[in-house]
Structure formats: structure tokens, C-alpha cells
Nanobody, 125 residues
């Protein structure tokens, strides 16, 4: 069982930046691919970014590619999401997640076994 503890959300103006962190405990972090998802009010949860267990492969949804960067530090058991050039449409609750089954990285929600509690990110115009 892995526990995921998120931090770094908040309120920012359009064009600003935020960095999300997600610290894992309970299992060997380096055995998991990690991902970030988000859910806006009235919408389904959607894929944002993913990173393989080694950190060698990363994946992004088209709407954030070039603005967001996912990275991981296996020594610290932490995955990060650097969000730059934020837009009001990025407003959502952001979740980190861990996949023990698709360690190369995946954007499919059902591939993830463990989830963080979610943290609000609000981008004002």
C-alpha cells in the first residue's frame, strides 16, 4: 500500500506559476510510474502528465505540453509538477497517482492504483 501526500496548490494569476509536489510512502517509490490528473467542476477527471518509473519517459496532454513539466526524485520519493504560463482553464483539483502495473508511464486512469487527496489550483484572469 502506498500513501501519497500532495502539497503546493493555491491561487495564482493567469500567466503565473505553481509547483505541485507529491510525496510517497509505504512502498518503494521507484517501482511506480507516477501521474498527475485534474478535475474541474462538472467535468470528468482528466490526464495531465505522467512519468515512467525511471524518469526517462514523460507524457503530457496536449493542452499543457510546453507549459507543464513533470519530474521525479526517487531518492526523495517525490514527484513534481511545475506549472508555468497558467491559464484560467487550468483551474481544477489536481491529483497525483501511482501505477504499479504500467511502470513505463500511462495516461489511463484505471492503470493507477493509488491516489493522493487532491488539491485545488485556481487561476484567476
Amino acid at each position: 500500500q502506498a500513501q501519497l501526500d500532495e502539497s503546493g496548490g493555491g491561487l495564482v494569476q493567469a500567466g503565473g506559476s505553481l509547483r505541485r509536489s507529491c510525496a510517497a510512502s509505504g512502498r518503494t517509490f521507484s517501482h511506480y510510474a507516477m501521474g498527475w490528473f485534474r478535475q474541474a467542476p462538472g467535468k470528468e477527471r482528466e490526464f495531465v502528465a505522467a512519468i515512467s518509473w525511471t524518469g526517462g519517459s514523460t507524457y503530457y496532454t496536449d493542452s499543457v505540453r510546453g507549459r507543464f513539466t513533470i519530474s521525479r526524485d526517487n531518492a526523495r520519493s517525490t514527484v513534481y509538477l511545475q506549472m508555468n504560463s497558467l491559464k484560467p482553464e487550468d483551474t481544477a483539483v489536481y491529483f497525483c497517482a501511482a501505477s504499479a502495473t504500467v511502470v513505463g508511464g500511462t495516461g489511463t486512469i484505471s492503470d493507477y492504483n493509488y491516489w493522493g487527496q487532491g488539491t485545488q489550483v485556481t487561476v484567476s484572469s
